[in-house]
């Protein structure tokens, strides 16, 4: 019969072993993988139906804080594009705003908060298109939200374009939304 160790000594041995486990990566490791069983099971089109549900639920809960931290009933539109991008540097990507006016927000992004995990996971994208298009439809009450380029895809950046106004051009891509009041 052997005795039992204690754990206090088994516990540095354990805590200075060289395991790359870390929130951040587990979490996105777990991000990966349902994307990935999804897209396997039921296809892209219907995995980014679900993910987009969880995003849009994402979307208003953010677009709630930013509100409440700024003090204001809804975010003023000069203040949009620095709001998207603001929210995607504070969860580890690196979004720009390459062009911005009353009908249209282009940002670049060189970073993607799902690091190379997002990589043959398109269907994560829908993370971006919802809590963009969530936070700007209520802002200005409508958005259209494309994405022209992404990581996911194997672009080396992201460019997501937020339309503000409906226009003939935009019907054909992107994902529509409005202000839910």
Known sequence: MSLPIEVDQ????ITKAQIPLETTDFFNQ???ELSGALQEIVGVNEA???IALVANRIGEKIN???KSALHLEQIPRPLLAD???DLKRRIGGQFSVEYEDDRVLILKNA???FGDRVKDRPSLCMMTTNVFGRIAAD???YAR???DRSIARGDTDCRVVVHLAPTVENDVNGKEFYRVR
């Not at 088994?10 to 041995?13: L, S």
């Open 139 to 141: 802002c200005h009450g």
């Open 48 to 50: 980014e139906g679900f």
């Open 83 to 85: 709001v998207l991008a």
């Open 64 to 66: 709630s804080d930013y």
């Open 145 to 147: 939200v494309q994405i």
């Open 30 to 32: 777990i991000i990966r």
């Open 111 to 113: 970073r993607c908060p």
């Open 10 to 13: 088994q516990q540095p041995e």
